[in-house]
């Protein structure tokens, strides 16, 4: 079952609106550059299901979930299961996935993103060594919008 104590987390200050980084964080052409090629199918609204699809080390992988919270241009909310995971697709074996966007004023933003659940501490590691390039990755698309 998945460890809910594991938690992978971490924040950038951008130089744009709610507005462009929520842009960023749910259209799948930039979707796809932040999260290394993954395909994101989904509309976004509460209860609906997402699909993550991409080939990893030469294998194909398609990742899934259900969106929880939508509140635009603020929280994103969505659990996910992942077959590298080796976990069973089970309600239990859900990660919890948030995306929080802060308005500080001044034309400027702090995005965080987070997740609560891993099978190990090894795919809590794995996260924590992608995030700083996929928080860069976000920043920079945003800021070009």
Request: charged share 20%; aromatic share 14%; proline share 2%.
């Amino acid at each position: 079952m998945i460890d809910k104590n594991l938690i992978a987390s971490s924040g950038i200050e951008i130089e744009t609106t709610p507005e462009k980084v929520w842009e960023v964080l749910t259209h799948p052409e930039y979707v796809k550059v932040y999260l290394f090629g993954t395909e994101v199918t989904t509309d976004w609204n509460v209860g609906s299901k997402i699909l993550f699809q991409r080939a990893y080390n030469g294998q194909q992988y398609q990742d899934k979930g259900n969106v929880l919270v939508n509140i635009e241009n603020q929280t994103l909310k969505y659990n996910y299961w992942s077959g590298f995971s080796g976990l069973e697709d089970l309600p239990e074996n859900y990660a919890l996935v948030n995306y929080f966007i802060e308005d500080l004023g001044g034309g400027k933003v702090w995005f965080k993103w987070e997740q609560q659940g891993f099978a190990n501490t090894d795919g809590q590691c794995h996260t924590e060594q992608m995030l700083g390039q996929m928080l860069k990755q976000i920043k920079e698309l945003a800021e070009s919008l």
